[in-house]
T-cell receptor, first 109, second 111 residues
Framework: KNEVEQSPQNLTAQEGEFITINCSYS?????LHWLQQHPGGGIVSLFM???GKKKHGRLIATINIQEKHSSLHITASHPRDSAVYIC???????????FGKGTKLSVKP | NAGVTQTPKFRVLKTGQSMTLLCAQD?????MYWYRQDPGMGLRLIHY???????AKGEVPDGYNVSRLKKQNFLLGLESAAPSQTSVYFC??????????FGQGTRLTVV
């Protein structure tokens, strides 16, 4: 079983829809990252969380440490949000990131 | 401020050839990482460095070597490339507890 599981694997939405991507992990963590990867492009860090909730523009990330679960929400989705969204956790006992396989989001106009 | 820069961006190698991928960061980060990204899999750590002159193995180190002679540079070497090393390689820098900064990736094909 992977230490970091994301769902769904693929997601297609209509422009304007509210989107949720989920991440569950099985290890104790010191931090959780949400990353964005555009087709053919590099990887950009969106959020780093260790508790609670963070918001940046139309993006909201939440984490529940007790449940070992995080969600990434996108409000009023737009075609430019189409990308792969990756969840990664930093274990308490090691400094390296453990990555999920990513969620491929496609937002149709 | 360039952030993390990887060179080259694309490369095609023949089996058995060698090459070096360069990662340069201008943020004075202590930690640097090399990952590979393959279809259907999450990013996997190849090697990492926690400071100038230090390197350590990650999850998939076989077939790769690294060096960190200068704090700002982290080199990934393939001594004898194999088709199984066809992948997209990402370099990242940062520090545990900080944001992770990634390069744009190097797409390597070994034929």
């Amino acid at each position: 079983k992977n230490e970091v599981e994301q769902s769904p694997q693929n997601l297609t939405a209509q422009e304007g829809e509210f989107i949720t991507i989920n991440c569950s992990y099985s290890v104790g963590i010191s931090a959780l990252h949400w990353l964005q990867q555009h087709p053919g492009g590099g990887i950009v860090s969106l959020f780093m969380l260790s508790s609670g909730k963070k918001k940046h523009g139309r993006l909201i990330a939440t984490i529940n440490i007790q449940e070992k679960h995080s969600s990434l929400h996108i409000t009023a989705s737009h075609p430019r949000d189409s990308a792969v969204y990756i969840c990664a956790v930093r274990g308490r006992s090691q400094g390296n990131l453990i990555f999920g396989k990513g969620t491929k989001l496609s937002v149709k106009p | 401020n360039a952030g993390v820069t990887q060179t080259p961006k694309f490369r095609v190698l023949k089996t058995g050839q060698s090459m070096t991928l360069l990662c340069a960061q201008d943020m004075n980060h202590e930690y640097m990482y090399w990952y590979r990204q393959d279809p259907g899999m999450g990013l996997r750590l190849i090697h990492y460095s926690v400071g100038e002159g230090t390197t350590a193995k990650g999850e998939v180190p076989d077939g790769y070597n690294v060096s960190r002679l200068k704090k700002q540079n982290f080199l990934l070497g393939l001594e004898s490339a194999a088709p199984s090393q066809t992948s997209v390689y990402f370099c990242a820098s940062g520090h545990p507890g900080w944001e992770a900064f990634f390069g744009q990736g190097t797409r390597l094909t070994v034929v």
